[in-house]
Structure formats: C-alpha cells, structure tokens
C-alpha cells in the first residue's frame, strides 16, 4: 500500500503540503487532496490560482502592518476612521478577525515583534493621527500583559488613554478561536490597563 502512495508522488505531495496547515492532519489532508487534485479539479485550479494571486498581490500596510493590496490599506485611507482610536494587534489576521464583528471604527496597529517596532514612527503616527486611545487586543495572557507594559512605557509620554479587550476571551487563546459575539462583547467592555 505504501509502495502504491510513492507512486503516485505528486498526489503525496500535496497531501504532505495540506498536512502543515495548522489543524489539518493526515487523514483531512488526503480527503482534501482527493476533492481538489481529482473529484473537482477546477475547484483545485481556481485555490491554486487565489492562492498566487495572494501570494503576488497582498503585502503589508506601511502605516499599519494589515494586511492590504497596495502600500496604504483602505482602513488607513479611510478619512472616516481617524477617530482618535488606535488598536493594536499582534498578527495582521486579528485585524481580519476585528473588523468582521464590526464593533471598532478607528485605525491599527499591528505589533508582531516588540523587537522590531519602530516606536518613532508609531508616535509620529498618534500625533499626526491624534490619537487619544489606544486598545490592546491581543491573546490574554502573561506575555501579552508584559508587552501591553512595554508599549505603554514607550507611550505614556503622549497623555494617552490606554484600555484592553475584556470579558469573554479566555487566557491563552488565540483570537481567531473566539466566536465572534464574545470578541464583539469584549471590545465593547474593555477596560483601562
């Protein structure tokens, strides 16, 4: 049977590439294979073509660090969401994950690696942007809690409200494994840090 599987090597092949998608495991993988390569391969054709398609197209805001399709994204043009709120975020699919509850009208920031943030910049941006809040939106836990400390000392010279996401996300888990109601109420109660 094994023998049978090397040879069909392009077929194991995408199995083996579906397998390291998070939470995809092996069985999943070859049932996925198996939909795209062989029952309904311009289904397969047209994710392989998005897929690209991504890949060449989309980059990161230079204001922001979201994910956009050209060097500003929308919500960074958006004259409308300059309210003077700033959320940060620690990966680019948060901002995905914000925007799709629909509560939050202000701008981000995306804050994947304290290390390699440019504080001047952000500064420069709360003034230009005059910005009176900043919201921490980032998984509970005690890393996070050290980060949202840092930022703020970096920050605490602007005068700045700062306040973090609330009830209904448990510590340690990511947001995108949060249901959209309790992110919403979260964002909705958040509290001063």
């Not at 083996?16 to 999943?28: D, R, V, Y």
């Given at each position: 049977m094994k023998?049978?599987?090397?040879?069909?090597?392009?077929?194991?092949?995408?199995?083996?590439?579906?397998?390291?998608?998070?939470?995809?495991?092996?069985?999943?993988a070859k049932r996925m294979a198996y939909i795209l390569a062989v029952e309904n391969a311009p289904l397969g054709l047209q994710i392989s073509q998005a897929i690209h398609d991504c890949i060449v197209e989309i980059q990161k805001c230079r204001i922001c660090g979201a994910l956009s399709h050209g060097e500003i994204c929308h919500i960074c043009l958006d004259l409308d969401r300059k309210n003077g709120t700033l959320c940060i975020v620690a990966h680019p699919k948060d901002v995905f994950l914000i925007e799709d509850i629909g509560e939050f009208q202000g701008v981000y920031c995306v804050v994947e690696d304290y290390h390699s943030c440019d504080f001047t910049h952000l500064i420069e941006r709360i003034q230009h942007e005059d910005i009176k809040e900043v919201i921490f939106a980032f998984m509970p836990s005690l890393e996070s809690d050290v980060l949202i400390m840092f930022i703020q000392e970096k920050l605490e010279h602007l005068g700045l409200q700062f306040s973090k996401i609330a009830q209904g996300v448990p510590s340690n888990v990511s947001l995108d494994n949060i249901d959209h109601f309790s992110l919403a109420r979260a964002f909705n109660s958040r509290v001063g840090t």
């Open positions: 023998n049978y599987q090397k040879q069909l090597f392009s077929f194991d092949t995408l199995v083996q590439a579906l397998e390291k998608i998070p939470t995809i495991g092996k069985k999943s």
